[in-house]
């Protein structure tokens, strides 16, 4: 095991901790994490290495970024993410995505399942492609994350699950 797998490990461990407790990922965890990633790699590769990280982080967060101005996501998530685009790049953070939404499916349709919600999320989930379909791609207030009611799912959990996944695959 390497250290930067250690790093993010720990990076990872952390935000699951804090978002399962809090539902919060916080700023003090994900930007020193993204400054190390950048220093890590600017000490193991260079300069050329750095500009590879901060595309990481770029790429993790323009990701994210689309879910969470639509108020379907926590801004501790896009950051996370971006944070987890430090340390393996640009290629790696674009698979660690892919992953993480499928771990983020299958993780919420259990929670949904679980809570005996599964009927109404396809019913809004319907209701959330009509109102795109008619008013354009846009918030709907009864359907953000501050305005439902429904169960929910610590996205740092399916960030772990794909970035892991991702680690092992390279």
């Given at each position: ?10 990076l990872l461990?952390?935000a699951c ?6 539902r919060?990922?916080?700023n ?5 994490a993204?400054v190390a ?20 982080w770029l790429?993790?967060?323009a990701?994210?970024?689309?879910i969470f101005?639509l ?13 987890v685009?430090?340390?393996l790049?640009p ?5 660690a995505a892919?992953?993480?939404s499928?771990?983020?499916g ?32 846009q918030?709907?207030p009864?359907?953000t994350?501050e305005g439902t009611?429904?169960?929910r ?7 772990a699950v794909?970035?892991t996944v991702t680690?092992?695959?390279?």
């Open positions: 095991m390497t250290l930067l797998h250690m790093s993010v490990g720990a461990a952390l901790i804090s978002d399962i407790r809090t919060r990922i916080p003090a965890l994900t930007f020193p993204a990633g950048v220093i890590f790699h600017a000490a193991n590769g260079g300069l050329p290495a750095a500009g590879w990280s901060l595309l990481g790429a993790g967060a990701l994210f970024f689309p101005a108020r379907g996501m926590g801004a501790g998530d896009v950051k996370l993410l971006a944070a685009g430090a340390w790049g290629g790696q953070v674009v698979i892919l992953l993480t499928i771990a983020g299958v993780m919420g349709l259990a929670v949904a399942l679980g809570a005996g919600y599964l009927w109404t999320a396809i019913l809004n989930l319907r209701l959330l492609l009509t109102h795109w379909r008619v008013a354009g791609v918030p709907l009864d359907m994350l009611r429904g169960p799912l610590a996205y740092a959990l399916p960030i794909g970035t680690l092992w695959l390279r």
